[in-house]
């Protein structure tokens, strides 16, 4: 992270918070607590869900052989997300936990450490938007390409 002198001259004087400042800082982490539980639960869920596919796989053989992929990759996908999701979850967490912890001990070092892991789950999510973006746009390329290739094979 890139020092800028103007900020940090300011941040030597020291930052004060405000009691509504601060409270809402508090409700925010107690929600960013909650958000982050869901998200390792459906973390957890979505394990689950891959492990399923992968062991009754031979079952479901049948029904996904429209699809062309075999259920195990289709598991492979599931605890793959699992594992990406699980980052933001903890980003998220760790900002709420300290967070609380911070502003029930009026501890600034606390309350940076927090605040990265909030710019953490904010970035991650900025990265992964960027990453669905380019899928969609090269998912579209692909179907121009397919369907130009088709009009002319055609």
């Not at 998200?39 to 029904?63: C, D, P, R, W, Y």
């Not at 598991?75 to 903890?90: D, E, N, R, T, W």
């Not at 605040?115 to 938007?129: D, E, N, R």
């Amino acid at each position: 992270m890139e020092n800028n002198p103007i900020l940090d001259s300011e941040m030597e004087t020291g930052l004060t918070l405000s009691s509504d400042a601060r409270a809402f800082l508090f409700e925010t982490s107690r929600w960013a607590q909650f958000l982050a539980i869901l998200g390792f639960v459906g973390a957890g869920f979505l394990a689950l869900t891959g492990i399923a596919f992968m062991v009754l796989g031979g079952a479901m053989a049948q029904s996904l052989a429209q699809f062309g992929f075999p259920p195990a990759l289709f598991g492979l996908f599931y605890i793959a997300l699992a594992v990406i999701y699980i980052f933001p979850s903890m980003y998220l967490y760790q900002f709420a936990t300290k967070g609380k912890q911070a502003l029930q001990g009026s501890n600034s070092a606390l309350l940076t450490e927090s605040l990265g892991g909030l710019k953490s789950t904010f970035k991650f999510y900025g990265i992964f938007a960027i990453a669905v973006i380019g899928l969609y746009f090269l998912a579209i390329l692909i179907g121009i390409v397919a369907g130009g290739a088709g009009l002319i094979g055609g």
